[in-house]
């Protein structure tokens, strides 16, 4: 995080303290300032996590451009990665294939203490898969079918199941396109299938709509998050996910170091390896 104000890129945070950028949009500066808490109340849940037991599973799912990716890395990046892991899986290999659908998916599930964030998870089937003709209809209607109780089986187990939908117009959608292509540095993420699902906008609406009908469960519900404003959509979505796990106190044992009982070493080489 750019504690210092400036954007992570070296460049300086746009916005003052008042967090608007000339658009409406929250600035860098206020942005980073309301994260900061944020993040520390995230190290405390991940000490209770380790504490209890428990296991964390975060589904972030979303158009194109939403901003799964980078409020995945808002969660994750002050996080132990050894205790917090991102799963973003690529297309499933011929063997997994011919696999029941969710299969892939349960090696990938949280251990005692764990935080699993999934950016883009098995709602793969009832979304992109199905608008661009992956799978076909009696696919996604057994999906449909199984996956709140594919879920129903995790939650029951223990597991803290959180599901996100990202929601974003498609004139902001636009925009983050046309950045993407324009911008070297973010051209990697536009896709042969990204430029296509441009154009199928009201398809996504559909599918999702009834997606959400399907499985939006007592057991697991989804929570749906404006992401027009991507700065303050992540806010948003880090106090719901802290916010559904109330209590997460535990004492925290201070950290002590004793003197050395000599002079700091310093580093010495034989040999004709010299640090560069």
């Not at 057994?142 to 879920?151: I, N, R, S, T």
Request: with cysteine; proline share 6%; charged share 30%.
């Amino acid at each position: 995080m750019a504690k210092d104000g400036k954007d992570g890129k070296g460049g300086k945070a746009k916005g003052g303290r008042n967090g608007k950028n000339g658009n409406g949009r929250i600035g860098k500066a206020e942005y980073y300032e309301k994260l900061a808490p944020l993040q520390l109340e995230l190290n405390r849940l991940a000490r209770w996590l380790q504490h209890t037991g428990k296991r964390l599973l975060v589904l972030v799912e979303g158009r194109d451009t939403a901003g799964k990716g980078g409020v995945i890395s808002a969660i994750a990046d002050t996080l132990n990665p050894r205790q917090c892991r991102v799963v973003a899986l690529g297309k499933p290999s011929e063997q997994e294939r011919t696999q029941w659908y969710f299969q892939r998916y349960v090696p990938h599930l949280p251990s005692a203490g764990e935080i699993v964030l999934f950016d883009r998870s098995w709602y793969n089937r009832a979304g992109v898969e199905r608008v661009m003709g992956f799978c076909n209809e009696e696919q996604v209607a057994a999906f449909l079918k199984q996956a709140p109780a594919f879920e129903k089986l995790l939650v029951d187990d223990g597991i803290l199941l959180l599901k996100y939908w990202l929601t974003v117009d498609q004139a902001r959608q636009e925009e983050r396109f046309a950045e993407r292509a324009e911008d070297p540095l973010k051209r990697w993420k536009l896709s042969p299938i990204d430029i296509t699902a441009r154009t199928k906008y009201a398809e996504y609406t559909a599918a999702r709509q009834e997606m959400l009908g399907a499985t939006h469960t007592k057991h697991a519900p989804w929570t749906l998050v404006d992401f027009n404003d991507q700065r303050r959509g992540r806010l948003a979505l880090i106090r719901h996910l802290l916010d559904q796990i109330p209590e997460h106190e535990i004492p925290e044992a201070p950290v002590e170091f004793p003197p050395l009982g000599h002079e700091p070493l310093k580093e010495r080489f034989k040999g004709p390896l010299r640090p560069i």
